[in-house]
């Protein structure tokens, strides 16, 4: 082994990593295999499995009936929505909307927003270089209804800047939708200061933090955003999604809904029956992280903030040392690299090789027990800023609080011998 890659003295030893890969099964049913596209989607603890099992088993019916079965899917379901108030720090229970994923919910929000917008002073959508495609398209199909975008570039560096944001705002901007880190890179976002800039001239919010919300504490308060949308099955729980709004964003928003319906959140924000197993799961990933931090700061009144300070501290050696090993292998990393204040980024690395094509370099190391990601990752205008080809894009691993450095030890090994060959 190349003695550059022994462990980073700067990784949190006292994560207690053995547990948290024990708590989740499918680490030892899969073992050896070293997920490294977790950004794709995670795996779920023990207890998640448990809910879910246990809502199918227990109270599979439908809420709003007057018998205990269905009081039991009332309970769970409003349990949930404070759990996830808490995980965002949201004041308001009812500020948080169930549904199936973060794309239809930003299609929901942006086809409400585009109602107004027809002749309206405040036309202009800002949309950034670095989003996902769904926080991208579903705004740009709103230029039929006069929307104007104006595009926050990304710096060489990988990141979005202030100072980039601050000339495209006046009193004719509407929205900023912008991702709270960037799936390709993992370039963090500086939400507070967009919020900033973007109230100051009268503009919403819209936070996209389906990549962001795993690795790092999540803060409505502190970001101050309008709206922020979350995907189940990053966060440790089952497919679904999450929309928070702000409580006066969410009143004003012209939703589509059935007479019967509320005209009030979290009801005029959610279509139809949401899978209720599925939230149960989600509630019970909150309540994995919770113990998580309350194992980390025994004292701690605010244990899911604890468990995500923890998480991103840990992550933060993970990062360090993955970028050393990146940099053995000559690899050209996007975004946010070694040297670099390491608090910008979370641990996926968007990233080529001079001595292997994406493609080849992906299957290889699956052959080798190794799951990592290859091409655009649906950014595709951030690809083609990268200058990469939108058909072999990227290398991407994407690394989160089950991965351990001894996983990333193995993986160097198997870059260096397959530069080798
Ligand atoms: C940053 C980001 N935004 C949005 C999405 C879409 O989320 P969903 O699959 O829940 O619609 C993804 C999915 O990978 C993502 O990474």
């Given amino acids: 082994m190349n003695a550059s890659h022994a462990l980073t003295p700067k990784i949190d030893r006292a994560f207690p990593i053995d547990s948290v890969r ?23 603890p023990k207890v998640v499995l448990d809910a879910v099992s246990s809502h199918l088993l227990d109270r599979n019916v439908q809420r709003g009936g007057r018998y205990p079965m269905s009081q039991a899917v009332d309970s769970a379901i409003a349990q949930a929505r ?5 995980f965002l720090n949201a004041e308001d229970p009812d500020e948080v909307c169930f549904g199936m994923n973060a794309t ?16 309206a ?3 202009r959508l800002i949309l950034t270089e670095i989003d996902h495609e769904a926080n991208i398209a579903t705004w740009l199909a709103l230029r039929v209804q006069g929307a104007e975008i104006a595009w926050w570039r990304m710096r060489p560096d990988g990141r979005l800047h202030l100072d980039d944001l601050s000339p495209l705002l006046d009193e004719r901007t509407r929205l900023v939708a912008c991702t709270a880190a960037s799936n390709a890179l993992g370039s963090i976002t500086d939400l507070a200061g967009v919020s900033r800039l973007a109230h100051a001239v009268g503009a919403e919010v819209f936070v996209d933090a389906v990549h962001y919300a795993p690795h790092a504490p999540t803060d409505v308060k502190a970001w101050d955003c309008d709206y922020l949308v979350c995907s189940g099955y990053k966060i440790f729980a089952p497919h679904m999604g999450f929309l928070w709004g702000r409580r006066s ?49 025994p004292q701690s009144r605010d244990p899911l ?16 040392k993955m970028l050393k090993v990146l940099r053995d292998a000559e690899a050209t990393v996007f975004g946010v690299g070694d040297g670099a204040d390491l ?18 370099l992906v299957d290889d190391m699956a052959a080798e027990g190794f799951a990592l990601r290859d091409g655009h990752m649906y950014a595709p205008r951030l690809i083609r800023r990268l200058g990469l080809a939108f058909e072999s894009g990227l290398i991407r691993a994407s690394l989160c609080h089950y991965n351990s450095l001894d996983e990333i030890e193995r993986f160097a090994e198997t870059l260096m011998r397959m530069r080798r060959r």
């Avoid at 049913?29 to 490294?36: E, I, K």
């Avoid at 964003?249 to 009801?267: C, G, H, K, V, W």
């Fill in 121 to 123: 002073p405040r036309r």
């Fill in 343 to 360: 608090t910008h980024r979370l641990p996926t690395f968007g990233f080529t090789l001079p001595w292997r094509e994406p493609d080849r």
């Fill in 82 to 86: 404070r759990k996830i108030a808490a």
């Fill in 305 to 320: 903030r604890s468990a995500m300070n923890g998480i991103a501290a840990y992550e933060r050696g993970l990062a360090e």
């Fill in 249 to 297: 964003a969410l009143q004003a928003l012209p939703t589509f809904r059935e007479d019967f319906i509320p005209d009030a959140p979290p009801f005029k924000v959610e279509a139809g029956t949401f899978i209720y197993e599925n939230v149960a799961g989600m509630a019970a990933a909150l309540d994995y992280l919770g113990d998580l931090g309350a194992r980390l700061e």
């Fill in 104 to 119: 239809s919910f930003i299609r929901l929000v942006s086809l409400a927003i585009g109602q107004g917008l027809a002749g």
């Fill in 22 to 44: 024990e708590a989740f099964p499918t680490l030892a049913r899969t073992a050896p295999l070293v997920l490294f596209d977790n950004a794709a989607g995670a795996q779920v």
